[in-house]
């Protein structure tokens, strides 16, 4: 049903085309390491922009942030608003409340800028509503409703919505011992006229070290932490192509809104993981548990979270590790229109560089910044970071790019 064309760019394609300046060709080319002639960028040290401190516009579960136009766009699942602020951080305009109706939301779970607006995901109702530039209320499309699965938007491109729908939990029957879990997730490339899905295609999810078990009342636990250095499945929007991908490979599709696909392969280097890191990241994982504060849910006499948190304890002793890390880590596509990619950091790396790729795969740009940083959106001269404050309050940041 598809029509697939194939482009394989190896080293010499990227000497050409994605490396300027450079002379011969390598046998390994490592697209995150610097290159002759490169844009080479970094993130200033301190942001320009705070948002989330002035007590006048407290923040609450911030659910998702993008440049927009000079300023940026915030979605507020606490307060069901979307908040438009100007490049200084003044308030321009709100748009949302709590309820059923047009405008209106019950968990405001995503945002993506869209032509000269922005569209919103309404993840209880299954809803995309479109806004225009000045954040007012155009128009709702539904999308088709799931069952237990989780969804969010990535983005959009011409009159197409790219829809992610992933699941919790190991399905099956019965008590199984631990094993490697990889869910499927699905990516639908839907309409944003009338919701019709024009696509549909699956990557494996998250790599998990799971168990099913009974609890003695005909239910089970279940749930469990992520292999060490496992592979998971990554996504993309830019202002024309959807690009999925997952993180084993340096392999990323390209789709138009027909669904076409182009897939590209770039040869990467594997990196062997040293048993430092995997130490590390043992010993971070059991902190982290172990810093878990009980939540007011009692199931069966327990409290739930202690119960949970007591399982993956149990299952973090004999957690598997991946010999070599994963090619890539992440990939958005930025206000820029470039497609980013992240580097997989190892434990111990605390710079991390994200190179930016236009239509034409050209590399054009590369940024380093600190890799324990939640990027949200890229744009040509600010980088969109979501933080937490001293008191654990949600921030969102803009930093400015410097050369």
């Avoid at 194939?6 to 490396?19: F, T």
């Avoid at 109706?101 to 019950?106: A, D, N, R, S």
């Avoid at 530039?133 to 009159?159: H, M, Q, W």
């Avoid at 957690?319 to 992240?342: E, Q, V």
Wanted: hydrophobic share 40%; with cysteine; glycine share 10%.
């Amino acid at each position: 049903m598809l029509g697939v064309s194939c482009l394989v760019l190896l080293a010499a394609c990227l000497d050409d085309a994605s490396d300027p300046g450079a002379t011969g060709r390598a046998t390994v080319v490592d697209m995150f390491s610097t290159w002759p002639g490169d844009e080479s960028l970094r993130m200033a040290a301190e942001p320009s922009l705070v948002v989330g401190l002035d007590e006048s516009l407290p923040l609450g579960r911030v659910s998702g942030a993008v440049f927009f136009g000079d300023g940026i766009a915030i979605v507020d699942n606490q307060s069901h608003e979307v908040l438009i602020l100007d490049a200084a951080g003044r308030l321009v305009s709100r748009q949302g409340r709590n309820g059923e109706g047009p405008g209106e939301y019950k968990n405001l779970a995503g945002i993506a800028r869209h032509a000269d607006g922005l569209i919103t995901w309404d993840a209880y109702h299954f809803r995309i509503t479109l806004l225009d530039a000045f954040g007012g209320y155009v128009d709702g499309t539904k999308l088709r409703p799931l069952g237990r699965e989780e969804s969010r938007i990535l983005g959009a491109f011409g009159n197409s919505v790219v829809h992610e729908i992933s699941q919790r939990g190991f399905p099956g029957a019965g008590a199984v011992g631990p094993m490697e879990i990889r869910l499927p997730v699905a990516y639908e490339i839907a309409r944003l006229s009338d919701g019709e899905v024009v696509f549909v295609d699956t990557l494996p999810g998250e790599e998990k070290w799971g168990a099913r078990e009974s609890d003695g009342a005909g239910g089970y636990k279940h749930g469990g932490p992520p292999v060490i250095f496992g592979r998971t499945a990554v996504a993309a929007v830019t202002d024309r192509y959807a690009y999925l991908a997952t993180t084993d490979s340096i392999t990323i599709t390209r789709y138009d809104e027909a669904g076409t696909a182009v897939e590209v392969s770039f040869e990467q280097p594997r990196e062997r993981v040293e048993e430092a890191w995997v130490r590390f990241v043992r010993d971070t994982l059991r902190a982290n548990l172990e810093s878990t504060k009980p939540a007011p849910l009692v199931v069966g006499g327990r409290n739930f979270i202690e119960v949970i948190t007591e399982f993956r304890l149990r299952l973090l002793e004999d957690l598997p590790a991946r010999p070599t890390l994963p090619s890539f880590s992440d990939m958005k596509g930025g206000a820029d229109g470039l497609l980013w990619i992240r580097e997989y950091p190892n434990p111990l790396q605390d710079q991390v560089a994200w190179v930016g790729f236009n239509e034409a795969w050209e590399r054009k740009k590369r940024i380093t910044m600190p890799a324990n940083l939640h990027v949200l959106d890229i744009s040509e001269d600010r980088v969109l970071v979501q933080a937490k404050g001293t008191h654990d309050e949600t921030l969102i940041e803009v930093y400015p790019i410097k050369r």
